[in-house]
């Protein structure tokens, strides 16, 4: 799947409240003609309804006065799109966030790691160290992590890719995760993936010191047009998603920062190499 259901929503969502307020309705009038809870409206309207019926978009968009049939049908398909599952929901036990679906819609994802290589670039057993590492410690539970860890990667490698942009700080390559062994081989494949046309990685050395984002890890995703970027942050407890213009605008002028700081691209890869060579 080269498109993303969650994008999907929130494209569907703009259209919907953008013909709403076109046509002077309030969400409660809106529920009450359709006689619907007055809950849902604004659920539609956040990109929070996730199984939304084509059939109620159709009554909306009568209802705001949209006629045009190429146009209904256009959200219609928007509708169908967003209620269509993909990998990631064969792994729910796994994944605790829309994190792969997300990814799967973005044209451009730029990633920012600390003390970890990202997770679209990990070997399977740098994978598997990790998840040891946070307490998972049941042979099956690793394994099914990995599997799932390794299909999101898919997106790198398939048609019409994203352009994925990753910075990590040297700490991330110099902590021996699952020893000397995994870490040479984790480094080797990051050497291997810099000369994907579609992967670009910068390390920021020790020798910079102090430098914009030593205490927070976040990836940028942009989309096609008609969807915002977003930010997606780990954190202790939970993810956070921003979407607000102003959080995004932060976060890119951060990340801009951040890559001038570090190495040139060919200047990460010798760097890599050496690394390898003295595991």
Known sequence: MSFSPATRRRELAMA????RE???????KVSKQLGWDPSKISRIESGRFRRINVRD??????????DDPAERERLAQIARDSRAKGWWDQYADVFKSELPNLEA???IIRTYEILCVPGLLQTPGYAAAMFRGIGVLDDEAVARRV????????????????QLHAVMDEAALRKSV??????REQIEHLVKLSDLPN???QLIPHSIGAHAAMTMSFTIMCFSAENAPIVYAEMPV???????????????????RLMATALFPEDTAAAMRSMAAGL
């Open 57 to 66: 978009v159709l009554d909306m968009l009568t209802l705001y006065g949209v």
């Open 105 to 107: 819609g973005a044209t």
């Open 22 to 28: 076109r046509a002077r309705l309030d969400s409660t």
């Open 238 to 256: 939970s993810p956070v998603v921003m979407y607000k213009h102003e959080d995004v605008q932060s976060y890119a002028l951060l990340y801009d």
């Open 147 to 162: 599997a799932a860890r390794m299909a999101r990667q898919e997106i790198i490698v398939r048609d019409n890719p994203p």
């Open 199 to 201: 992967v670009t990685i």
């Open 16 to 19: 919907l409240r953008g013909y």
């Open 178 to 183: 699952g020893g000397p062994d995994v870490m």
